[in-house]
Each structure stands twice: as structure tokens, then as C-alpha cells.
């Protein structure tokens, strides 16, 4: 790689469209659908350490060390899912609007909206991809934008898309390395007959692209871990969303080969799913570009 490409922005966004060719936009394209979603929603938040993986107490600290976590502010989320930052976040006074496109993740979401902070949350059941925001009025409309664990990013396009929509700053987080989730890699060898090739993707094409634009985002590393359990027809579900959209094998072929592994790995008809990866939050600040 030449040096200058490093400052280009061209170079970046061209390989970040040209990684779609891989096996990893393949597994990213199974956890891009609102049904994947719905049927993932079910077993989201079960337990202490899974909330505490979130990061939250410490991720309130960066964005306020960032003088992005203030009384009044107005946030945008995209791809908030069970809504856990943004409910913290509308508890610390901000008037946040959250958006997912599934709504299996939304109405587990709404639940847990009290009526203290109701006032300061609007849910959307939005796609990200098809939302226009000249047409909204979003253009610099907000004051900071985040993106958790966001399909709804994953692309240039959706990211530029993204930043256009803040005044002051922006947050993302995702995957910084190969993930660990030995049910998937199974079924995958299976159903794809090739091992599970699952490389981190985006954050880090969005992190090079940031440095390319002259934005140098405060960048932290966090090594997750937690189990959710799941009956095997919520498992199947979930599995038969994913394959469903990234094999070309009907559903009644699929669920002949994901039923019967399920089964043989539950334990009274409930399986436990093992989660551990790094992940990569970057906050930085829209008016703070280098030459």
C-alpha cells in the first residue's frame, strides 16, 4: 500500500465497496435483514452481564469528556435496537430520536421507556437505507449521531449519510475483530460448505476513512463476552433468517439441516449462546478537521 492512499479518501471507500466481494459482506449480509432482527429480538437483554457489555457508564464518559453529553442536546440513533443508549441518554436530558427497522427490537424497547423520560424519546420504525433526509429536515439537525452495532452503516453512501445529519459530533461502534460464535460457524460449514470467514468489516473501513477526511476520532477497544439462551424454536428462527439470505437453499432444505443440529445441541429444548469479540467505539467532532 502506497502512503499516500492512506490520506485518500477515494482509495478507502473504493475498498470498503470492493470487501463486499468476501465472505464477510456475505455473513454481514445475514444480520441485515428486519426479520434476521425480529426473531433475535426475543433473547436480547436477559441478563446482567450482557446489559454491562453495553459499556454504557463508560461510554457516558467519553461522550461527555467530548462535550457531547449535555441538558437539552438533540441525538439521532440509528439502528437503536433495544434502546439502551438511548434510554440512557434521554435519562442524562437529551431529546433523542431512535430508529430501527425492526420492530420486534422496537416494541422490547418501548417497554422499557418510563414515563419519566417518555417526554424525551421519539421511536421510528425506519429504515435508515430509504429515509431522505433533505426530506425530513435532518441535514445538520442534530447535535450528536451515533450508530451502535448499525447494519444501517454499512455502507460509504449510508455513512456520509450519517455524518450529514450532525452539528456537533458522532459516535460508532462495531466489530474490531474476528467474532466467536460457534453456532453460526457450524451451521455455516454446513449449509455454505466452506469455513466461516468472518473478518471486522466496516468499523475499521470507517475509521481509515475518518483519518482519510481529516477527522481523528478518540478511539476505544473493549473485549466483550456474554451467553443468551434461546428455546430451540427461537433459535431456529433466528438461524433460518440469517441463511435464508445469504444461502440459495429453500427454506424446507434449510430447516431439514438447522432443526436437527439445534436439537442435538439443546438441553431441554434450550440452547445457550456464547458471545465474545473486540469491539471499537470512535467519537469525534464534526467541526474538528485537520488540513
Known sequence: MKMDNIFNKDFWINEWENDTKDDTYHV???????????KAAATYDQNNKEIKNRRLE?????????????EG???????????????ELAKQ??????????????????????????????????????????AKGWEKKFDFVIAFMSPG????ES???????????CAIRGWAAKRNHPILSDLWKIIMGTPLEDKPQSILYKLNLLFSLG?????????????????????????????KKVSKKADIELEKIIRPYLERISTDDYIVRKHKGLTALAVWDMASRYP
Open 215 to 243: 477527522f481523528f476520532p478518540e478511539i476505544t477497544f473493549d473485549t466483550i463476552e456474554w451467553e443468551q439462551t434461546a428455546s430451540v424454536e427461537e433459535e431456529l428462527g433466528r438461524q433460518m433468517a440469517f441463511f
Open 28 to 38: 454481514h449480509k445475514g444480520f441485515s435483514t428486519c426479520e434476521y432482527w425480529d
Open 93 to 134: 436530558g437529551a431529546q433523542v430520536t431512535a430508529l430501527d427497522f425492526s420492530k420486534g427490537m422496537l416494541e422490547k424497547f418501548k417497554q422499557d421507556i418510563t414515563p419519566d423520560i417518555g417526554k424525551n424519546i421519539t421511536v421510528l420504525n425506519q429504515d435508515w437505507h430509504k429515509i431522505e433526509i433533505n
Open 153 to 156: 452503516v454499512a455502507t460509504p
Open 58 to 70: 463508560k461510554t457516558m464518559a467519553i461522550f461527555k469528556k467530548n462535550n457531547l453529553l449535555f
Open 159 to 169: 455513512f456520509f449519510k450519517m455524518m450529514r445529519c450532525s452539528k456537533k459530533g
Open 73 to 87: 442536546m438533540t441525538v439521532l440513533e440509528i439502528g437503536c435496537g433495544t434502546g439502551t443508549v438511548a434510554i
